[in-house]
């Protein structure tokens, strides 16, 4: 199975503040015949599904807001969210789908200061 | 609307068999993959398996072999079974697709029942 690691673990910075989160994989999510990267990231608010924020790495799920951003490709993604506001305390987990057996990583809990 | 709802006894015993059933409301079983994910408390969601309408399965290695997942068209329905059950499978259990692949087993989900919580204790 392909592994994910998430950095850091939880954070919590100030309204207005930005945001990075870190996934890195086990293995290249990069599909070379179509050159795309099978990584999604995912929001979950306490007592919710997990929420689709961005697939690809890096292409924005509809509805998602400006402030929120993906990139990264091969093993190496981050998640940034440029002004945190109280509505994005949640928990954060990278997925790939690059193999059928998908895995998420292990999250990041990002709360207000 | 597309909707999907779990639905199952919410306390096993250990040893004991888990069942869940998801109901799709707003969609047909159709040439679509139809997932169970699960998440232990505190923990990330970790993928169980996956049927599709013509009854094709795949399932996350380290199951090892405890889950059946199974598709009632009839029904619009798809359905796991867990043997065995130890603490360790007391997890939010999730059904969860996606529409905009049809007939591709590798693809991010953006749609998720509101999972149902499956305690497994004496």
């Known amino acids: 199975d392909i592994v994910l690691t998430q950095s850091p673990d939880s954070l919590a910075v100030s309204l207005g503040e930005r945001v990075t989160i870190n996934c890195k994989s086990s293995q290249s999510v990069l599909f070379t015949s179509n050159n795309k990267n099978y990584l999604a990231w995912y929001q979950q608010k306490p007592r919710q599904p997990p929420k689709l924020l961005f697939y690809w790495a890096s292409a924005r799920n509809p509805g998602v807001p400006a402030r929120f951003s993906g990139s990264g490709s091969g093993t190496d993604f981050t998640l940034t969210i440029s002004s945190l506001q109280a509505e994005d305390v949640a928990v954060y987990y990278c997925?790939?789908?690059?193999?059928?057996?998908?895995?998420f990583g292990p999250g990041t809990r990002v709360d207000i200061k | 609307q597309f909707h999907l709802q779990e639905s199952g006894p919410g306390l096993v015993k250990p040893s004991e068999t888990l069942s869940l059933t998801c109901t799709l409301s707003g969609v047909s079983i159709g040439p679509y993959y139809w997932n169970w994910v699960r998440q232990a408390p505190g923990k990330g969601p970790e993928w169980v398996g996956h049927v599709t309408y013509s009854g094709s399965t795949n399932y996350n290695p380290s199951l090892k072999s405890r889950a059946t997942i199974s598709v009632d068209t009839s029904k619009n329905q798809f359905s796991l079974t867990l043997t065995s059950v130890t603490a360790a499978d007391t997890a939010v259990y999730y059904c969860?697709?996606?529409?905009?692949?049809?007939?591709?087993?590798?693809?991010?989900?953006?749609?998720w029942g509101r999972g149902t919580l499956v305690t497994v204790s004496p």
């Open positions: 969860a697709t996606y529409l905009a692949a049809p007939r591709e087993s590798r693809w991010y989900f953006d749609f």
């Open positions: 997925q790939q789908y690059y193999t059928d057996s998908r895995t």
